[in-house]
């Protein structure tokens, strides 16, 4: 019996998924367990197996198309069985991403008859002419031979002797160059229009269509910055301690796993100590009220090509920093493969973006909803500082809190973003 193979749910958030690839072409044979296609989820790329063995019948959604969970997108069985009816009773429509449907083109207009004489006809074929063009001055308005003979006066180019032959010579149309009434085109003009002519026409802008992760994207930020009231603390922190201690811990890590310690790991551990000690911080605004996460799993925002995910470490708060470099590093890696499955970046109740890499010294994030909170991490740059009445150079990293109001306060924010920074300058604490 013909196996329906239909959209699947691949997360608790997915609600439609785009079709990137199919690896089977129809009439190919397929077995059960088999990738058969590649999609595209609101975070990751996928492939989905084949859920049946036999041949592939029939593709229902083409590469490209945004399909709705649930939706059928193939057909599988065998060679010469006769195919299930689809869609009826699913009420779900098959979208082409970024693609308008097409549009009847519009009638074109009743033509309008002009009365005109034999020889004015005769005319106005010989020159091309629309006699629609032509102004009538023969009796009951009609176009007389002499109307479209004065027409074809009154459109002649008017053109120095130098400036028709540099234009016959050129290839210049001299039609196409505009001229007051009774003006002469000249030399100056014809070479004008060359200068023009040998500059390639340039579209002004192209259009990327809303689609995959970066409608996704597109969408979420609007309704987050629509829908959570955000506030913002930013503070500087003195990163010569942290700094040391990844000196003294990177060559160790690196022998025991192969991974080398990361100003991130550092921030992540930072963090999830601060989220024990400021619980409220770890939550979301509920339908009925703050809900409190109990589990303290923090994601780190990692650039993608077509945009961004947020893999999740998970029990932060219980792993050293060795756990965590590697667990890190593996999921930066996985996000840059497009290897990501759901468990990896799902549940985060906290996030970190650090652009310090790109140079960026400070910049606000927007929260990733449902999280209460999201932590800007900027570069680390040595400036001087007053440390003890004595000007010092040290090495200073700006951090910008973004806070959901309904949840965190000014106060706790600013308490929780300064015990961060009381473990970066003191990193030893966190170890303990």
């Given amino acids: 019996m013909a196996e329906i193979v239909r959209m699947p749910k691949l997360g608790l958030t997915m609600t439609e998924g785009t079709i990137v690839k199919w690896l089977k072409k129809e009439g190919e044979e397929v077995k059960q367990g088999e990738p058969l296609l590649e999609i595209q989820t609101d975070k990751v790329n996928l492939e989905e197996e084949a859920p049946a063995s036999g041949i592939l019948r029939k593709i229902l959604a083409p590469e ?24 009826k009773n699913t009420g779900v429509e098959v979208k082409q991403a970024g693609v308008e449907p097409e549009r009847p083109a519009p009638a074109p207009p009743p033509s309008e008859k002009v009365k005109a004489s034999p020889a004015a006809k005769r005319v106005a ?13 023969g009796p009951d308005g009609r176009v007389v031979e002499r109307d479209v003979l004065e027409y074809i006066e009154s459109r002649k180019v008017k053109a120095t002797p130098v400036a028709r032959k540099i234009a016959e010579e050129k290839g210049v149309d001299l039609s196409r160059i505009g001229k007051l009434e009774g003006e002469r085109i000249t030399k100056q003009d014809v070479l004008e229009a060359l200068k023009l002519a040998s500059v390639e ?22 309704k987050t910055k629509a829908q959570v009231p955000h506030f913002y603390l930013t503070l500087e922190v003195d990163m010569g301690k942290a700094l040391e201690l990844r000196e003294k ?25 601060a989220l024990v000690e400021h619980p409220l911080v ?13 589990r303290i799993n923090i994601g780190l925002a990692v650039a993608l090509d ?15 920093l060795v756990q965590i470099s590697k667990e890190t590093a593996e999921l930066i890696k996985k996000a ?34 449902p999280e209460s909170a999201i932590l800007a991490v900027g570069k680390i740059v040595k400036k001087p500082v007053v440390v003890e009445d004595e000007i010092v150079v040290r090495p200073m990293m700006k951090l910008t809190l973004s806070c959901d109001h309904r949840v965190i306060d000014g106060a706790l924010g600013a308490k929780f973003l300064r015990r961060i920074k009381q473990l970066l300058e003191d990193p030893v604490e966190m170890l303990l």
Wanted: negative net charge.
């Fill in 306 to 320: 077509d945009g961004l995910i947020v893999p999740v470490i998970r029990d932060a708060d219980k792993k050293g």
């Fill in 125 to 137: 074929r010989e020159y091309g002419i629309d006699l629609k063009s032509v102004t009538p001055t």
């Fill in 201 to 222: 026409p340039r579209e002004e802008y192209r259009v990327i269509p809303w689609a995959g992760m970066r409608k996704i994207i597109s969408d979420k930020m609007v």
């Fill in 282 to 294: 770890n939550s979301s605004a509920g339908e009925e009220g703050i809900v409190v996460k109990n």
């Fill in 249 to 273: 811990l990177a060559p160790k890590i690196q022998e025991l796993n192969g991974v080398k310690l990361s100003i991130n790991d550092i921030l992540i551990k930072a963090a999830a100590r």
């Fill in 64 to 87: 490209g198309s945004v399909v709705a969970v649930g939706q059928e997108i193939a057909i599988i069985g065998a060679e010469t069985e006769p195919l299930p009816e689809i869609g």
């Fill in 336 to 369: 840059r493969e497009g290897k990501l499955m759901p468990d990896d970046y799902l549940d985060g109740t906290f996030t970190i973006s650090n652009l310090g890499m790109f140079d960026i010294e400070e910049f606000s994030a927007i929260i990733n909803a």
